[in-house]
C-alpha cells in the first residue's frame, strides 16, 4: 500500500514537469560531486549470526528546481566494501518544498554483487527533508523516511534518516558532509547501510 501510494506521488509530481518547465525562466539547482571515505554494510540474522564489512566509495547527485516549491533529485553511488563485495545504488525522485521543509518520493535501486552472487532490491521510499540557515552560507540539513523494497519478490523495508551540514564558499561553489542510515528487514534479517560523504557542490542558476 505505501509502495503504491509513493510510486501515486511520483508520478504526480512527473506529471507537472511540462507545465512548470513551461511556465520557469531559468532553471535552478546543484550537481554533488562526493567520496564516501567510510562505508558499511551490516547484516544480522539472529542466533548470534551477524557481520558487517567496511569500505570507501564515490558518488554524484543532483538537485533541478522546477520552481521554489518543486525539484527533481537524482543520484548514483558506489560502494566498495573490504573483499570482492560492491554496492551500486541508484534514485530518482521529485518532491514539494515549502520554507524550511520538503517532502519527497523517489525510486531506489540496490544492486549487490560479492562475485558468486548478485542481487538486485528496488521500489521506493517517501521522505521528509529540512534544511536550516544556521549563519551566512552554512546550513544544516536532515531527513527520516520509509523505505521499501521487493527482493525477488519478498519485501525489504524499513527506516532511512540523514543529517549533514552544507557550506557555500561563493555562490556558485559549496562543499558538504552528511551521513546517511538505511536500515532495512527482510524476513527477519536485519540489513543496515551506513554511509559517510564529503563533497563538492556545484550550483547554478542563482
Known sequence: MRARIAQGALLGLLSLAP????????????????????????????????GDVDGDGWGVKGLLKLNDQIAFNGEYQRSDYDGPSKLDSYRLGAGYYWRYFGATAEYINLNIDSGDIEGTADGVGLFLRTSWLATSGLAFTGGIGYVRLDDSGETLDGLEYNLGLDFRI??????????RSTNLTENGVDFELNDARVGLRFVFGV
Do not use: H, I, R
Not at 525562466?25 to 539472529?46: C, H, I, M, N, R
Not at 561563493?170 to 551521513?179: E, H, I, K, Q
Open 170 to 179: 561563493t555562490s556558485n561553489l559549496g562543499v558538504f558532509a552528511d551521513y
Open 19 to 50: 507545465l512548470q518547465m513551461a511556465q520557469a525562466e531559468s532553471l535552478a539547482g546543484f550537481v554533488d560531486g562526493y567520496y564516501l571515505p567510510w562505508t558499511q554494510l551490516k547484516v544480522d540474522a539472529g542466533d548470534d549470526v551477524d
